[in-house]
């Protein structure tokens, strides 16, 4: 006989939400703007109390975080998950990259949806959110990149907008892998395009055309390994794109976005350009501010091809260093990972060509690790900066704020507790990231995340990493960001175009022949003739003007221009041979 089974005991309604509570007690909260010794009370995904002394129900799970910062949770501005490169896919999936993220303090990515050429954008668009809905770990927006233009793409872009949360797009100024670019023209219409719809545009930007020369330049001189990569693509290159497509924008009266800048001319380019009022935002890399591209000429094939990347790493070794400063001082606004990494057996695709090896590396873990690194344990940013470059600026920009990048009552409950004293060594070894290479190999750490919260959730404490597959959310993105657009309307308005209004024009136009040829032009003469006069000889020219072998005699007196007005008088300041009061 089976035994009874024993009745399910019904859990009181308190205790139901209780693993959805969370207190925060004692630590330094870090905005942006300001900071504050407050406690934070999260319930259901959301920041309920912020204070001290709060009254909380109980259950909560309490966190001390005394000594240590709250911060709002990293926003990475470019991923590149399951991205699909000659053939191959970089190993880290939507699953394992957002699981790798967490781990770094990064509770939002931005993912690029690639469509093939000619694919439908909606087609590619919704490819990816079914393969990204089943794995994700956190929140996600998705940029959709535009590989051609045509009318069904302007419709479709429409659509993203409208229907679908898509409130930028990305697009590439030179061919980079299997990635093909767009011409100036087709990136003009983009950008007027997006401003229409309200959304941003980011850009590759690189000049595609001197690129295609310098490679097989490199190509000639019989230099196929990784180092060719970056000689073929200078640092004149980048910078020349970034003032062209910012000169694009400023013609269209449309915001841009300069995603991963890599040299010091191009920065220096976007300062500049700010300094004149143009709306435009730079974003930079861990790697660019980390490593420089003379790595790519180690006699180690497989660590040179780890650090291809595009637009390159450059050679100038000072350049790491000047970008984090740039970036210290709001010069460069957000940071991204452009995490897209690719194994060794992937990169020696391109063993006996550079031109094929997949670019990318990591930084979807590392990338606050290395930026707290690299700018508040150099000296250059203090925290409230920190939090600007790796999450509030990035909500701002995209039309997240103050929902993420904010420790507000009401804002996601997307935060990490930061011990500025820990010391974190990173390495392929202990890495959540599934390449088999990291570019940040030994770089020691001092500050890292001792716990993070993605959507009210714990998904790293002490215990370790603990994720949802398929836990994180899409976030529909509204277009028409104030942070972005403000100044657009504004000079939208002021700006407007409009016609003159005037008398219509009644004077003698240039004809053209059948052919093409401009027609003779008949002389109009000041004194009008008949072909006969019973005084004067006065036959007309072919261009119809007086001959002048005639003779304008006549024994009446008469003058052949007697009937044209006369002048009353004439003062001749310069006549010939000097004036008569002067002195010779």
């Given at each position: 006989m089976a035994s009874a089974r024993t009745p399910l005991k019904k859990v009181p309604i308190h205790l139901q939400s209780a693993q959805l509570r969370l207190f925060i007690k004692g630590g330094r909260i870090v905005n942006d703007d300001q900071s504050l010794l407050a406690d934070i009370y999260i319930e259901d995904g959301v920041i309920k109390q912020i204070g001290n002394n709060l009254v909380v129900p109980g259950g909560s799970r309490i966190f001390e975080a005394k000594g240590k910062l709250i911060i709002p949770g990293g926003i990475d501005t470019c991923t590149h998950f399951e991205r699909s490169c000659y053939g191959t896919v970089s190993p880290d999936d939507f699953y394992s990259g957002t699981r790798a993220a967490l781990a770094g303090g990064t509770t939002t990515v931005i993912q690029f949806v690639v469509p093939e050429f000619n694919q439908s954008l909606l087609d590619a668009y919704n490819k990816c959110r079914e393969s990204a809905g089943a794995k994700v770990c956190c929140d996600y927006l998705l940029q959709v990149c535009l590989t051609y233009w045509t009318d069904r793409v302007s419709r479709e872009m429409e659509m993203l907008v409208k229907d679908?949360?898509?409130?930028?797009?990305?697009?590439?100024?030179?061919?980079?892998?299997?990635?093909?670019?767009?011409?100036?023209?087709?990136?003009?219409?983009?950008?007027?395009?997006?401003?229409?719809?309200?959304?941003?545009?980011?850009?590759?930007?690189?000049?595609?055309?001197?690129i295609e020369e310098k490679t097989k330049e490199i190509m000639s001189h019989g230099i196929t390994g990784p180092e060719g990569h970056v000689l073929s693509r200078p640092e004149e290159a980048e910078a020349e794109a970034v003032y062209r497509v910012i000169a694009l924008a400023s013609v269209a009266n449309a915001p841009v976005y300069i995603s991963k800048v890599m040299s010091r001319s191009s920065a220096d380019i976007i300062h500049e350009q700010r300094r004149k009022g143009k709306v435009v935002f730079g974003e930079v890399i861990p790697a660019a501010l980390a490593a420089d591209g003379n790595q790519c000429f180690s006699r180690s094939w497989r660590h040179a091809a780890g650090y291809i990347m595009n637009p390159p790493l450059r050679l100038d070794p000072t350049t790491p260093e000047y970008l984090a400063d740039l970036l210290a001082n709001d010069d460069l606004q957000v940071t991204g990972s452009d995490h897209c990494a690719f194994d060794a057996n992937q990169k020696a695709i391109g063993k006996d060509d550079f031109r094929r090896i997949p670019g990318?590396?990591?930084?979807?873990?590392?990338?606050?690790?290395?930026?707290?690194?690299?700018?508040?344990?150099?000296?250059?940013?203090?925290?409230?900066?920190?939090?600007?470059?790796?999450?509030?600026?990035?909500?701002?920009?995209?039309?997240?704020?103050?929902?993420?990048?904010?420790?507000?009552?009401?804002?996601?409950?997307?935060?990490?507790?930061?011990?500025?004293?820990?010391?974190?060594?990173?390495?392929?070894?202990?890495?959540?990231?599934?390449?088999?290479?990291?570019?940040?190999?030994?770089?020691?750490?001092?500050?890292?995340?001792?716990?993070?919260?993605?959507?009210?959730?714990?998904?790293?404490?002490?215990?370790?990493?603990?994720v949802t597959q398929g836990g994180g959310r899409f976030i529909s993105a509204a277009s028409g960001c104030e942070f972005v657009y403000g100044r657009i309307r504004e000079r939208e308005k002021l700006n407007k175009p409009g016609r003159v209004v005037r008398e219509p024009y009644t004077g003698p136009a240039l004809s053209y022949t059948s052919n093409g040829?401009?027609?003779?032009?008949?002389?109009?003469?000041?004194?009008?003739?008949?072909?006969?006069?019973?005084?004067?000889?006065?036959?007309?020219?072919r261009s119809g003007g007086r001959h002048l072998q005639d003779s304008s005699f006549s024994l009446s007196g008469a003058q052949i221009d007697d009937n044209v007005p006369q002048r009353a008088g004439m003062k001749v300041s310069q006549p010939p041979g000097g004036k008569s009061s002067s002195i010779w």
């Open positions: 679908n949360g898509v409130n930028s797009f990305h697009v590439f100024m030179a061919d980079v892998g299997d990635q093909k670019s767009l011409p100036e023209a087709d990136i003009y219409q983009v950008l007027l395009r997006c401003k229409q719809l309200g959304a941003l545009l980011t850009v590759h930007a690189e000049n595609g055309c001197l990318g590396a990591n930084g979807a873990e590392d990338r606050l690790l290395v930026i707290w690194e690299k700018g508040v344990t150099s000296g250059k940013m203090d925290a409230n900066r920190f939090v600007a470059v790796t999450s509030t600026t990035a909500a701002k920009v995209f039309n997240l704020y103050p929902k993420k990048g904010r420790i507000a009552i009401g804002s996601d409950a997307d935060l990490v507790i930061w011990d500025p004293t820990s010391t974190r060594t990173i390495s392929v070894s202990s890495q959540q990231q599934k390449t088999d290479f990291n570019i940040f190999e030994g770089l020691t750490c001092h500050g890292a995340p001792s716990v993070v919260i993605s959507g009210g959730c714990v998904t790293v404490d002490e215990d370790g990493l603990h040829t401009p027609e003779p032009q008949k002389m109009v003469s000041p004194f009008p003739l008949t072909e006969k006069s019973d005084e004067f000889q006065n036959r007309i020219t």
